[in-house]
């Protein structure tokens, strides 16, 4: 779990920029390992749990990824660099239904947010368990706040203004979210805990 959410958090995190590193956990428990990543970035796939299993290409431009006749045990750690622009699919052949992803490679830059569209807002209390207030900073007067899981899943969302900034987080469960707040031609986002 303590991967996933580092995994998650790396992909939303701004200011991202080529050459970073993925890790994936691989195994039964590894259905619909989906990422998007910039061209230069290395994607780690480590074996896991019980079983061997390999990692096999299906769809995509990308040469050179997988390993695809040999089989192997957990522990194995596989890495690829992904050069090509594309959108690449993959599972392990003895497991298609239970360990399979799609790698979508994009251009360099593309997922930085520059600071001109960064959206710098305050949000209180945090840790919160039942109601957060979202601070709007000057110059942006409504946006819409959306708070995603774990796993990437958007888990509430709501518009808010300047004045009408509170929200009602009950229906949340216990855990760690990230919480994005869009206005007309900005984005931000912070790491919020639902106690």
């Not at 040999?70 to 298609?96: K, L």
């Amino acid at each position: 779990m303590i991967k996933k959410l580092l995994l998650f958090f790396t992909f939303i995190s701004f200011g991202l920029s080529a050459q970073t590193t993925q890790n994936f956990g691989w195994s039964f428990n590894s259905a619909n390992l989906d990422t998007t990543i910039e061209v230069g970035d290395t994607v780690i796939w480590t074996w896991e749990g019980s079983g061997t299993h390999n990692l096999l290409k299906l769809t995509g431009p990308e040469t050179g990824f997988g390993v695809d006749a040999v089989r192997y045990a957990a522990g194995f750690v596989y890495s690829h660099i992904f050069t090509t622009v594309g959108v690449n699919t993959y599972e392990c052949s003895p497991h298609p239904t239970s360990m399979f992803g799609t790698i979508t490679v994009v251009a360099e830059g593309a997922l930085s947010t520059s600071e001109a569209r960064r959206l710098n807002f305050e949000m209180f209390p945090n840790p919160a368990s039942d109601k957060v207030r979202i601070q709007l900073p000057s110059g942006a007067e409504n946006a819409t706040v959306e708070f995603y899981d774990s796993l990437g899943r958007l888990a509430l969302s709501k518009k808010v203004t300047r004045i009408n900034n509170q929200m009602d987080v009950n229906a949340l469960s216990k855990g760690i979210y990230i919480l994005k707040v869009f206005t007309a031609d900005q984005i931000g986002s912070q790491k919020f805990i639902k106690n």
